[in-house]
């Protein structure tokens, strides 16, 4: 194998309230695909920003070819040729696929951008990711996987040695997933290392040379090719048996609490959703991104306008029109953007978990704060919310706790039907633990919970039942029983539906 | 209270500096000028603070002094009619004006700058073509109607406190309870610090914010009525003209963040005086001549802010 390209020592990152990496090593060899692997909230992406200089690493250090490197900028981690491919894609779609190729850095003179280098190179790089589009395409007409190989092609234009993929085939179809990974094949025969950044764990282990699994921003294990295979990465992941991690016990279903008829949001007009969830159920939605899964949990919830049908919550109810009436029903939603939708960060703990009963609470339209502080400190203990106090804003608290506080405002409301949209995104493997648990009682009392997730594993552990979406349609329903990742990939990607049934 | 502190040692500092540098500033008249003043142009800077905290700006604050300003004695004067309905008429257009500004930024989602923006020129417009360029007042009547803006609460024989900053003090407590002890100034902060998450809570966004924009309207209107009884003087082409800025540049530095989900009545009022302050300053120490007062205010914004921010991120790094 030889010397390492990159190497990465005994670094460290902190983030308010969370330690994100803490004396991590890596090793990039010329040459392999490198599977970087691990659960949210890990620290793969904390490292790969380090990388990629997006964002400077608090302690330890990067060698380059056996020099050290302190990356101040993208660009100078460009320079020595590491280039990162973010999740959701960095092109202007209103310019062509040679102007984005050479965004931010055209060659050229005293403002005057050269055309024809800028071409050629175009031509060159676009040839050896394989995609024969002209550069004077514009970008919104190519596919979302054509414009994948689009950010490789520009990659491979800054003579990158090193691209870091983070989990590129998330919005992809099977058949262009097929064609990036012929691409990256293909790129590392010429000597380009890719890290490779999936939960896809079939991916990983069709593509990868190496897989280096994180854990709570700490390394957790190293596989060759030759020990890659499924149990061994989710031990190495989880830290544990996976039966262990996720506790569901057998208890009883209730009536039909939630039932949704002929609901269409704005984004799939055409389609119609129909399902129920019992009370005491958990239903997992599986499914790509941009399957329309979030746009359902937010039409259901009329967060975003439906077009038409029914959500029904014990019998009762209509077109869902706004948040409010939602929640007067006894529907509840936890965003998947937690920072975004889900809490307001510049205010206090108490503040965020009581926002949303302050109404119910209230004297008149003056504030109750006896009952407030009641709330809050009930909540506090009742889902163990680690807070210096409940004036801290909730921005300094760690990624688990924030998510705390977002169902504790919900829970204050006692909901019949729980929605969450990617629970455990972005949280350390503890408090990812302490949400299912919670989701597990939360079901044992009766409520109907129905979430969203990206996460295979989340998904099979979980689930009482698993619809899967895909293209705005539920194409499947497993039963508990019948669940498998092909048969969700399965019906994830348009596959048949009375096959998988 | 650690929020307003910078902004009242920036006070009291510019206020011992006046007091040694100016001749007369101690005076009870100057005092109470200065008071009046406050009052005057607190109730502006009251209002469109509820607006910066939902994350707006109204720019058309001038041209609803200009419009009541002057709407006021062309109805009383010109059209024969009473005080009181004139008062009342002028409150009710602007309970409008507010209702229509916030009906355009939240249900066609246009944006408050370019609402506002437009207002200002439509309702300077029309209030001189209403007026006819002619310069409005009440002339020598309407002696008790105009003691609102003029009278003072005395306290001994050369000082005493002016209505309009009694007037204020009244305002400025009913907007403390109603942002601090209410449910609705609770959602305001929220929904200025994140709209979405604040609607995805239940919270009726879209009411909240049209209800700070029938505060802020209300409010200028209520102070146009006050500063053209107390001037007794409108000439509609400039009557209230720049009055936005001076509020906005009272509420920033009273500590209100243009982002939103920011502010405190008790900053913005003090915020009020240390722009008054800076003004009689101007006028009272020699060596400061009365252009400058432009280039002072603005230095003095600018500093405020800088020294704010910095403070924020050197918090923020702490923690």
Redesign the interface.
Known sequence: MGEPFLEVQKITKRF?GVVALSGVDLKVYPSEVLALIGENGAGKSSLMKILAGVQPADEGELLVEGKAVRFSGVQDAQKSGIALIHQELNLAENLTVAANIFLGREPGKFGWIDQGLIERESKRVLEMVGLEVSPETLLSELTLGKQQLVEIAKALSTDAKVIIMDEPTSSLSLRESERLFEVIHDLRDKGVSVIYISHRLGEVKELADRVVVFRDGENAGMLERNEVDHDAMVRMMVGREVSQFYQRTEHDLGEVVLSVRGLRSMEHRENELNFEVRAGEVVGVAGLVGAGRSEMLAAL?G?RPALGGDVLVAGKGGLPR???ES??RGLA?V?EDRK????????AVK?NMS??S??RD?KG???NTDKEEELVADMTSALSVKTPGSWQLAR?LSGGNQQKIVLA?WLALKPKVLLLDEPTRGIDIGAKEEIYLLMEKFAREGMAVLFVSSEMEEIMGMADRTLVMHEGRITGELARENFSEEAIMELATGGNINKAE | MKKIKGILITLIMIYVATAILGENFLGGYNQGKLLERTGLYGLLAIGVAFVIITGGIDLSIGSVVCLVGCGVPWLVMRQGWSPGSAVAIAMVVALCVGLWHGFLITKLKLQPFVVTLCSLLIYRGATRGLAEDQSQGFGGEHEAFRQWGTEAIEVTDKFGIPYPFVILIVVAIIAWVFLNKTIWGRYLFALGNNEEAARLSGINTDRMVILSYVICSMLAALGGLLFILNGNSAQPSDFGNFYELYAIAAAVLGGCSLRGGEGTIVGVVIGTAVMQLLKNMINLVDWLKSHMEFLIVGIVLLVAVIADEMIKQRVRKLK
């Open positions: 308010p919830f967060a706004s948040p409010r929640l007067g939603l965003p975004g939708q889900g809490l307001i960060l510049d205010m503040e926002l949303a302050l109404r209230s339209p003056f504030l300094f405002k």
